[in-house]
């Protein structure tokens, strides 16, 4: 089983920068970074493999970069240019499966770290 820890959120203003942390217990094939708003459905907003390949929601693009410090067994989300529709509360997931990161099922969940942009 592996352990997520998120960090980094907070309260900033439109146009403001955030770096999300995710301390992980072990690294996975594909590892990403997922958003839940009140009310919506889980969305996924970018993901990572284990050859450092990328890919990003629409809505995030330019925006938004995923990273993993493979020693430091971290995995990173810089945020950018934030805007008010990025509030939500994000996730670090890890463990996933199917034909591609982007899209597979995740089995490891971390708590999840608040992000509001007002």
């Known amino acids: 089983h592996v352990q997520l820890v998120e960090s980094g959120g907070g309260l900033v203003q439109p146009g403001g920068s955030l770096r999300l942390s995710c301390a992980t217990s072990g690294n996975t094939v594909c590892m990403g970074w997922f958003l839940k708003a009140p009310g919506k459905d889980r969305e996924r907003v970018a993901t990572i493999d284990s050859n450092g390949s990328t890919r990003y929601a629409d809505s995030v693009k330019g925006r938004f970069t995923i990273s993993k410090d493979n020693a430091k067994n971290t995995l990173y989300l810089q945020m950018n240019s934030l805007k008010p529709e990025d509030s939500a509360m994000y996730y670090c997931?890890?463990?996933?499966?199917?034909?591609?990161?982007?899209?597979?099922?995740?089995?490891?969940w971390g708590q999840g770290t608040q992000v509001t942009v007002s």
């Open positions: 997931a890890a463990g996933g499966t199917g034909s591609s990161c982007y899209w597979g099922e995740y089995v490891h």
